[in-house]
């Protein structure tokens, strides 16, 4: 079946510094690919997304690129603020109405 | 427009009691969708209403747990009686029925079985 795995961190990295969190897909036919956050207290909140190889997902600084030949969807930022502190969660939809599967997400500490 | 809403947003329980979990969806969101991260582990899907209608149940842990959508509007999660694995955040998410692609997900009820 469908699953997604990515790296666990925790992650500590200091302000400025390049972020990157890898995260593997496996899957049949051609998934949606998807990056949502959890910030301390809050709900979770759709980051970015990708729906067909080659597609780069975008916003807030962060960056991913849908790769079919290495099922990858890694998250990248050049440069982390302390207000990037959160948990990440790598997923991915077969449908357009099918069920989301996630990671495991990734904790984000941010130190000035 | 408002967004996903879930009461309580905290839930603190003794093994064996019942609790009662609510979503309301964003207002004209055919689907609905329940998920729950256990544990700290990765978040996972219970179940898929379209409507009123159960479309896919295939997460549902066990018969503890009943999910329920009455009229097709807000939904609820009962778990009875709960045990402490229960123990986690459960989410809720709504789409639109036609070009559904984004699920908009709500703030999580934090339930904690003592």
């Known amino acids: 079946g469908n699953s997604v795995t990515q790296m666990e961190g925790p992650v500590t990295l200091s302000e400025e510094a390049f972020l990157t969190i890898n995260c593997t897909y496996t899957?049949?036919?051609?998934?949606?690919l998807f990056w949502y956050v959890q910030y301390p207290g809050e709900g979770l909140q759709l980051l970015l997304k990708a729906t067909k190889a080659d597609d780069k997902g975008s916003n807030k600084g962060f960056e991913a690129t849908y790769r079919k030949e290495t099922t990858s969807f890694h998250l990248e930022k050049g440069s982390v603020q302390v207000s990037d502190s959160a948990v990440y969660f790598c997923?991915?939809?077969?449908?357009?109405?099918?069920?989301?599967?996630f990671g495991p997400g990734t904790s984000l500490s941010v130190i000035p | 427009e408002a967004g996903v809403t879930q009461f309580p947003s905290h839930s603190v329980i003794e093994k064996g009691q019942t609790v009662t979990l609510r979503c309301d969806p964003i207002?004209?969101?055919?689907?609905l969708y329940w998920y729950r991260r256990v544990m700290g582990k990765e978040i996972k899907f219970l179940l898929h209403f379209v409507k009123e209608s159960k479309q896919d149940e295939s997460g549902m842990p066990n018969n503890r747990f009943l999910a329920e959508r009455t009229g097709g509007t807000y939904s609820t999660l009962k778990v009875q009686p709960a045990e402490l694995e229960d123990s986690g955040v459960y989410f809720c998410?709504?789409?639109?029925?036609?070009?559904?692609?984004?699920?908009?997900f709500g703030p999580g009820t934090r339930l904690t079985v003592l």
């Open positions: 899957a049949t036919g051609y998934p949606s």
């Open positions: 998410a709504s789409s639109h029925l036609i070009g559904g692609n984004e699920q908009f």
């Open positions: 207002s004209g969101h055919d689907n």
């Open positions: 997923a991915l939809r077969g449908t357009s109405y099918d069920k989301v599967i």
